[in-house]
């Protein structure tokens, strides 16, 4: 009898822990893989950082969201998960001109993540989706639709985003972002634009 109170002495323990790991993951944050280049300099490719399942979402701030049924190119699954910058809310209107500078319901927006070059370079060379309501360039603009986001990669060049998908449903963001405060980004992704 004292041997399976023994195991069971450290059993209980474990199962427990396990069940509010679980709990946790399911209901308040979990861990995601950063991959690809889509966000440098402010994330790096396999950097692991913390999903907050409930957070706000607010401008700038950067969110993961489900690339299913969102991004129609081959080999997107239902497991993929895109890592990118809200830059527009529901009813926001976006202007985002030749030269880099981004309006936001009329309002510059300084976009101090990422360089002024990084801004302009790759921004507009990207083709946009205008079938899906995205036109970007000088005295081009768009309103964000209902319950809907207009995401960026802060990698401007390389980053596949709203400007190649459209706007990214409110059904289909899994969390914000957060990560610790030892990355030397911090700043510009925990709590950018508060």
Same mark, same amino acid.
């Given at each position: 009898?004292?041997?399976?109170? #023994? ?36 994330? *790096? ?8 399942? &409930? ?13 299913? +049924?969102? $991004?129609?190119?081959? +080999?997107?699954?239902?497991?993929? @998960? ?14 985002? @001109? #030749? ?5 936001? #319901?009329?309002?510059?927006?300084? *976009? %101090? ?5 990084? *801004? @302009?370079? %790759? ?15 000088? %005295? ?12 960026? %990669? ?11 998908? +459209? ?7 899994? +969390?914000?972002? @957060?990560?610790?405060?030892? #990355?030397?980004? &911090? ?6 634009? $508060?």
């Amino acid at each position: 009898m004292s041997t399976f109170k #023994n195991i069971m002495g450290w059993v209980w323990p474990v199962v427990i822990g396990l069940l509010i790991a679980l709990l946790i993951n399911t209901f308040l944050l979990s861990l995601v893989k950063v991959d690809g280049l889509s966000m440098y300099p402010n994330l *790096q490719n396999n950097e692991r950082v913390i999903m907050l399942k &409930h957070a706000k979402i607010k401008r700038d701030t950067v969110v993961v969201f489900s690339a299913k +049924g969102v $991004d129609d190119r081959p +080999g997107v699954t239902d497991v993929t @998960k895109y890592v990118k910058r809200v830059i527009g809310l529901p009813g926001d209107k976006i202007e985002y @001109k #030749n030269d880099g500078k981004l309006y936001v #319901n009329g309002k510059f927006q300084s *976009q %101090g993540y990422i360089t002024t070059e990084q *801004q @302009k370079e %790759g921004t507009l060379s990207i083709a946009s989706a205008e079938d899906k309501g995205v036109t970007l360039g000088t %005295g081009r603009s768009f309103t964000v639709p209902k319950d809907e986001y207009f995401v960026l %990669g802060d990698n401007r060049e390389v980053s596949n985003d709203s400007r190649s998908y +459209g706007f990214v449903p409110r059904s289909k963001i899994l +969390g914000v972002v @957060k990560v610790p405060f030892w #990355n030397d980004a &911090h700043e510009y992704i925990n709590s950018y634009g $508060d």
